[in-house]
């Protein structure tokens, strides 16, 4: 176990604020919850607890394809499923089968420390959003939306 740091009563609030969302909030989302509480510190307090936290393994950062980092309070391994659409994030408790870390450090000669996965699809809510505007739009309509999709993700992978 890492030695922590000591906690300030700013930095205990935001972690108290993180270990209770169960929805991987943003900076932005930890702002608006602290509000909701009718406490207002300053955005560089919150950025720089958020950033002091993670660095002393108290929460871990998520860094989600959208360039918006998350922060997750549950610190057991486990591996996160991000919503493309709706941009939710889960938990996911799979185990990945032992030797595939291991395999992965041969083959590629890296050295993993972050054994932490996200992985991007569609979450059932928005599965069925797609499904009934397919069914009252049509299901060409419904393709042509998700090719605009798919070409604005490549575009923006591509850069
Ligand atoms: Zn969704
Ligand atoms: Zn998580």
């Not at 602290?34 to 950062?61: C, D, P, V, W």
């Not at 486990?78 to 493309?84: A, E, K, P, T």
């Not at 941009?87 to 291991?102: A, D, F, T």
Request: proline fraction near 3%; charge should be neutral.
């Amino acid at each position: 176990m890492r030695q922590k740091g000591y906690l300030t009563h700013q930095r205990k609030v935001i972690l108290d604020i993180v270990r209770e969302s169960e929805d991987h909030p943003s900076a932005a989302d930890v702002i608006d919850r602290l509000k909701e509480k009718g406490i207002h510190f300053a955005y560089g307090t919150i950025y720089n607890s958020l950033k002091y936290l993670t660095e002393q393994g108290y929460i871990r950062e998520i860094r989600a394809g959208d360039g918006v980092s998350r922060y997750d309070g549950r610190m057991e391994a486990h591996h996160h499923i991000r919503c493309r659409i709706c941009n939710r994030i889960e938990e996911v408790y799979v185990p990945l089968p032992l030797n595939w870390l291991k395999q992965t450090e041969k083959e590629t000669g890296y050295s993993v420390d972050d054994e932490g996965f996200l992985l991007e699809g569609v979450c059932p809510s928005c599965q069925a959003k797609l499904d009934s505007d397919k069914a009252s739009t049509g299901s060409n309509d419904a393709s042509r939306e998700k090719e605009a999709f798919r070409a604005k993700e490549r575009e923006r992978t591509t850069g």
